[in-house]
């Protein structure tokens, strides 16, 4: 006895199954009189969606010939769209300006660093050997104030001997 596979659509299909594989959703399951308190018990023309219908009576063939307002897709999408797309582009630009003048500084600052490194070099040792030449002019100063000394002590020691 073999046993034919049932259609997935077939009524006797538990929609409510919890397969992963169940793609529709159980249909939603209105409460019965039963189960409403009294309180919230109306008769049909008052019920949440007649109240609508009952509003504003009108034929359902005026209903369905009535035209809804078209889509303004150049509005709602493309203006803005297009309007990020331009604000993108300036950005671009202005920050491809902006790392370009970054650069061109920086080259002509890594340029010129070592002309300036060696102007402060040649300062310094300006200062340096300046330095030097008083430190040796005062040196031969007193060399020859030493020496002025020793001639005078030996003039000074021959008046004094005779000699």
Same mark, same amino acid.
């Given at each position: ?7 997935? #659509? ?7 199954? *919890? *397969?992963?594989? %169940? *793609? ?10 039963? #189960? ?18 009952? %509003? ?31 604000? #993108? ?11 370009? #003048? ?27 050997? *300046? ?33």
């Amino acid at each position: 006895m073999t046993s034919t596979p049932k259609p997935l #659509d077939s009524p006797t299909r538990n929609r409510s199954s *919890s *397969s992963p594989f %169940n *793609s529709t959703p159980p249909p939603p399951s209105s409460p019965s009189v039963k #189960d409403l308190p009294s309180n919230q018990l109306q008769p049909p023309s008052q019920s949440p969606l007649n109240l609508s219908s009952s %509003n504003a009576v009108r034929p359902l063939a005026d209903i369905i010939s009535e035209r809804f307002a078209p889509f303004d897709h150049q509005g709602s999408i493309v203006g803005p769209f297009e309007n990020e797309t331009a604000r #993108d582009l300036t950005f671009e630009q202005e920050l491809g300006a902006m790392l370009l #003048d970054v650069i061109i500084e920086t080259q002509a600052w890594a340029s010129t660093r070592p002309k300036h490194e060696s102007q402060t070099a040649v300062q310094k040792f300006e200062t340096k050997i *300046s330095e030097i030449m008083e430190i040796e002019k005062e040196q031969e100063k007193t060399r020859e104030r030493l020496n002025d000394f020793v001639v005078r002590m030996k003039t000074a020691l021959a008046a004094l001997t005779g000699l």
